[in-house]
């Protein structure tokens, strides 16, 4: 294990649901990040957050909504997606600050939206 | 922003012969420059990485090699392995908002086919 750990590993949801990604990290970095992996577009930023700041939207859609409470901690709030959302959403954690700091990668949740 | 290119996007060797995977990026600002491995429904995952003072880096098998005014960089896998193929990922990183908070930009990958 790497020390992020998403949850959960699957879902299904359909296009009027409310749902929550989750991840965690216990390896005392400042900065956690959304990815969403799909054929189209293999590694795609969407969230960056940086000591619980936001710095970063990639010009991701509203019905995607992340939370951090604290620099452990990241949520991506899901509403009223399409079934193009459908992908692979990883989280991801470093010491941003360093510049060059290895990310490290949750399993992932994939989601499928029906 | 950065902007990561990576050639080829589909790449099938032989068994004990190299590979060579190929990235440019456009932020001359840009100072870490990590590879990273994904295999089949598993998480991306480091095997090397390279920072902008140094030209090469090699761990056994694997070489990374950056060249900073051309801004392209290599990675290349000797003696390649069925274990070796996967999904293999370049990035460069960049300060998008200014603030000190560095993050990567990825390449859109290249899947190695190591033909046992």
Same mark, same amino acid.
């Given at each position: 294990?790497?020390?992020? =750990?998403?949850?959960?590993?699957? *879902? $299904?949801?359909g296009?009027t649901?409310?749902?929550?990604?989750?991840?965690e990290?216990?390896?005392?970095?400042?900065?956690?990040?959304?990815?969403?992996?799909?054929?189209?577009?293999? *590694?795609?930023?969407?969230? $960056?957050?940086?000591?619980?700041?936001? =710095?970063?939207?990639?010009?991701?859609?509203?019905?995607?909504?992340?939370?951090?409470?604290?620099?452990?901690?990241?949520?991506?709030?899901?509403?009223?997606?399409?079934?193009?959302?459908?992908?692979?959403?990883?989280?991801?954690?470093?010491?941003a600050?360093?510049?060059?700091?290895?990310?490290?990668f949750?399993?992932?949740?994939?989601?499928?939206?029906? | 922003? +950065?902007n990561?290119?990576?050639?080829p996007s589909?790449?099938?060797?032989? +068994?004990?012969d190299?590979?060579?995977i190929?990235c440019?990026?456009? !932020?001359?600002?840009?100072n870490?420059f990590?590879?990273?491995?994904?295999?089949?429904?598993?998480?991306?995952?480091?095997?090397? !990485?390279?920072?902008?003072?140094? #030209?090469?880096?090699?761990?056994?098998?694997?070489?990374?090699?950056?060249?900073?005014?051309?801004?392209? %960089?290599?990675?290349?896998?000797?003696?390649?392995q069925? +274990? !070796?193929?996967?999904?293999?990922?370049?990035?460069?990183?960049? !300060?998008?908002?200014g603030?000190?908070?560095?993050q990567?930009? %990825? #390449?859109? #990958?290249t899947?190695?086919?190591?033909?046992?």
């Open positions: 294990e790497t020390g992020v =750990t998403q949850t959960p590993r699957h *879902l $299904v949801m296009m649901n409310k749902k929550s990604l989750k991840c990290q216990h390896l005392g970095h400042n900065a956690m990040y959304w990815y969403k992996q799909s054929a189209k577009k293999p *590694l795609e930023l969407m969230f $960056v957050y940086n000591f619980k700041e936001q =710095t970063e939207n990639n010009s991701v859609p509203s019905r995607f909504s992340p939370e951090c409470p604290n620099s452990s901690h990241l949520f991506l709030h899901l509403h009223t997606l399409q079934p193009e959302d459908s992908a692979l959403y990883l989280c991801a954690s470093s010491q600050l360093t510049g060059g700091a290895e990310a490290f949750g399993q992932g949740t994939r989601l499928t939206v029906v | 922003g +950065e990561v290119e990576q050639h589909t790449l099938s060797v032989q +068994e004990g190299s590979a060579v190929k440019t990026y456009s !932020d001359s600002a840009s870490y990590p590879w990273y491995k994904q295999e089949l429904g598993k998480r991306p995952q480091l095997i090397i !990485d390279i920072r902008s003072n140094v #030209g090469e880096k090699k761990d056994q098998r694997i070489a990374v090699t950056l060249n900073k005014t051309a801004k392209h %960089f290599s990675l290349h896998i000797t003696e390649t069925p +274990e !070796d193929s996967a999904v293999y990922f370049c990035a460069a990183n960049e !300060d998008r908002s603030a000190g908070s560095y990567l930009t %990825f #390449g859109k #990958g899947k190695l086919s190591v033909i046992p």
